[in-house]
Structures are given as structure tokens and as C-alpha cells.
């Protein structure tokens, strides 16, 4: 029997075609200590689409780093090292875990094994470990505001954590598809 907060994200991942949210980020090292922080604006549109912007915290550059995928190939870019990277959507569902978000949840139980937390500090908590042990990352968790999608916590294979609070979530709002293509600059290299 599913617990409540698996009982949300399965509901989540039924209910929820679209979302755009801001998010915080917050990237720490095993003993605590920040190693970086972000801001910018999370959008996702099923299936397979989704877009993160960060804001850039370089004053020489309009925008910091994007991953964009339009279902069928992941772009990262790095706008400060004029580059990006391109992967097959299928290629990179194995090593970027906020991934499982764009999809429709199906094949949750073949990847993950999935662990409920409860309520912690205001939500409830699930948690997604991968199955496979070259996923690139330990744990998935996701944390739901009464049902809502508030916060992901990343912890990967350096035990160093990523937190994502999200904030003005609005979902099943029509996002332009044009928002999960990315135009790239001239001069940038392109890694495969």
C-alpha cells in the first residue's frame, strides 16, 4: 500500500502537465558549508520537455548556466565558458535525477525504489534512490506542500547535497513551446 507522500508525487506525476516555478539552489558540501548558491526559473511540460534558467552572478553575462531539453536531445549550456553539451534525452535521464519530474511515472518502480519520509519540517517527504549504480546520484528527495511541489533535495555520489526551494509554482498553465528549444550563439563549441 502506498504511503501518503508517494500517494503525492504519483498524483503529481498524473495530474500535473505543466509547471513553472522560481527556484533557490543551494549546493552543500558533506560537512554542511555552501559551496554555491542560484536563482532563476524552472518550467517542465510533459512529456520530456523542461527548461532551467539560472540567473547569471557574473555582471558580464545576461544569463548563467541553462539545461534545456525539447523531449528528444538535453542541452547544457555555460554561457561564461561559451559552451554546451548535447545528450540524447534518453542518455541523460540516467544521470540528471530532477529527470523523473518530466516523466510520466510508469516505470518509477523499475528505477527507483521509493522510501516515504513523512512529514519533515512542514512537508511530506518522498524518496527516490536509483536502482541502477551508474545512475550518478544517491537519493532523489521531494518534498510536497499539501500536495503541491515545493522543494527536491539532490544527493550525490560525493554525499554533497543540492536543495531546490521552489517558490510561485503555478501549474497546468499553457507554457509556448518555443521555451523548450534553445537558440545558441555563434562561437559556441558544442561537446557530444
Not at 526559473?41 to 545576461?62: M, Q, V
Not at 535521464?93 to 518530466?102: C, D, H, K, R
Not at 527516490?128 to 522543494?151: C, H, T, V, W, Y
Not at 543540492?162 to 518555443?178: E, G, I
Amino acid at each position: 500500500m502506498s504511503s501518503a507522500s508517494e500517494v503525492m508525487l504519483r498524483d503529481f506525476l498524473k495530474q500535473v502537465d505543466t509547471l513553472q516555478a522560481d527556484f533557490e539552489q543551494r549546493i552543500t558540501d558533506e560537512g554542511g558549508m555552501t559551496i554555491e548558491t542560484a536563482k532563476g526559473i524552472f518550467s517542465l511540460s510533459r512529456p520530456g520537455r523542461f527548461r532551467w534558467d539560472t540567473a547569471s552572478a557574473d555582471p558580464d553575462f545576461e544569463r548563467g548556466p541553462q539545461i534545456v531539453s525539447n523531449g528528444e536531445s538535453i542541452i547544457f549550456y555555460e554561457p561564461d565558458l561559451a559552451s554546451a553539451n548535447v545528450r540524447s534525452f534518453d542518455e541523460a535521464v540516467q544521470q540528471a535525477p530532477t529527470i523523473v519530474l518530466v516523466q510520466s511515472g510508469e516505470k518509477l518502480d523499475d528505477v527507483f525504489t521509493i522510501t516515504d519520509y513523512g512529514l519533515t519540517d512542514g512537508l511530506s517527504w518522498v524518496a527516490l534512490r536509483p536502482k541502477s549504480d551508474d545512475a550518478g546520484f544517491n537519493e532523489l528527495m521531494i518534498g510536497f506542500d499539501n500536495g503541491a511541489l515545493a522543494q527536491i533535495l539532490i544527493t550525490d555520489m560525493l554525499a554533497n547535497e543540492t536543495r531546490l526551494r521552489l517558490t510561485n509554482v503555478k501549474t497546468n498553465q499553457s507554457l509556448p513551446a518555443a521555451l523548450f528549444e534553445l537558440e545558441l550563439p555563434e562561437g559556441v563549441d558544442f561537446v557530444h
